[in-house]
């Protein structure tokens, strides 16, 4: 049977989920093209350049420069911080409390996370259902980018304030328009000209999947891949800027605004080759946020019939946090103890950036080479961030010349923060990040992800018979 009489573009919510045991000869799915991979390379690349630019680097930094400017040294409050010298210790007055730069920085990044997790939950149906999935990403991408040219606004030192009250609107783009386009990955796999091909010869549940899985693998690889040659090109713009305006604020302000135009641009750009493959359509009488509600709400209902599904997303969670803190506690030492300028922190980021596609890559082709799957690849990937943690968290016990103390070494925020409040170190704050990582990959080495795929299966099946879709 030729792979091109199959379509996916009507297949109900329940078919999508049973399609490897209910894909017949009457189905006809589209197959997966060329032009569409590659637009999905494209556009994953366009918003990470905003959210490892700009939200992970660029925007903490003028929030913490700024906001340290503006504050006084902690020894004495008459008197002016002096952000020239390496490890100064300032605080800035905040709704009548004096905080640390740096912590209120990590706050303002928690606080991002927060709504953007609130934000995605509360339109997460339209992932799911009708055809909307690309006009959400090119409207989010454009509020965005917005938020980016907003940073214009911020004028001068006592005008942090502007600069953290726009961080979490673009936190919130970003993260929804990474959960949209992620969304298309499951519908990529079982679209795939190879797995179509393998349904069709009548292969066993277990082959299809294991191809699925591959396939998908595949494409979020050279996705991180190509996201990170893209986010590489920006840097190179943000340092010749940074380098032209003498290191300035309007240097972080024109960067900050021009990965948001890049963004926008290129998500236009790619959007006609960009497959909508819209899912069913929403049940009558419900809207998107009312009924993204309760689907969360039934799920979370359900935790005993999906134990799997929920020891992933808490694995997930666990580790996403972890990970996510690493970065956010590393560039604040940088800058505050190591006394980083914003152009070393460019570089740092360029050479992070560059490191982390040849490791996608290199990771690809390891995987493929000794066929690994995907849970021992994400095992041997967590190992390595393991490491690195036990190093940045041990070694500053035993030595003050090692352990992040030094430039070239830099190749939960909100906990973080809250652990420096406490003990005055910030390297401390990394037991933090260290503590999740080792929790999160103990759960993750308990899942079975088959039986997790067969749970979700058996759940969606009893649920649609309970409560039959409406036409």
Known sequence: MSTDKFNLANISDTDVVNNEEKQTHEQTVRPLKRTEVWAWYVQSSTFCGYGWISAFMLVPVLIQDMASKYG???????????????????????????????????????????????????????????PYRKTLLIAFSAIGCLACLLFFTVQSPEHYWIAAALSPVGWICFN???????????????????????????????????????????????????????????????????????????????????????????????????????????????????????????????????PEIFKFMVAWFILSDGINTITAIMFVILYRDLAFSHLSSLYVNGLLSLFAGIGAYGFMLVRRMWKLSTMTTNMICLALYIIELLYLVVVPYFTTSFGLRNVWEGVGPFIAGAIFSATGDYRRAFWFPLALAVVGTGILWMIDMDRGKDQAQKFARERDAASPPEH
Not at 177 to 202: E, K
């Open 176 to 306: 929804i328009c990474s959960v949209f386009a992620h969304s298309f990955l499951p519908v990529y796999g079982r679209v795939h000209p190879d797995v179509l091909a393998a349904v069709a010869r009548g292969e066993s549940k277990s082959v299809v999947r294991k191809l699925e899985e591959q396939v998908i693998n595949d494409i979020s690889a050279w996705g991180f891949t190509f996201a990170n040659i893209g986010v590489i090109l920006i840097y190179g713009v943000c340092i010749g800027l940074s380098i032209w305006l003498q290191e300035n604020y309007m240097s972080l302000e024109i960067a900050i605004a021009f990965t948001g135009v890049w963004w926008l641009m290129w998500i236009v750009i790619v959007s006609p080759w960009l497959d909508a493959r819209p899912g069913p359509p929403m049940p009558k009488g419900q809207n998107w946020i009312a009924y993204s509600w309760k689907k969360t709400f039934k799920t979370v209902a359900a935790v005993r019939q999906l």
């Open 72 to 130: 006084v040294e902690v020894s004495d409050h008459s008197v002016p911080c002096n952000t020239t010298v390496a490890s100064f210790k300032c605080v800035t007055k905040i709704f009548g409390y004096y905080v640390d730069p740096g912590a209120f920085s990590l706050y303002i990044s928690s606080l991002g996370s927060i709504l953007s997790f609130f934000a995605s939950l509360s339109i997460s149906a339209v992932a799911d259902h009708g």
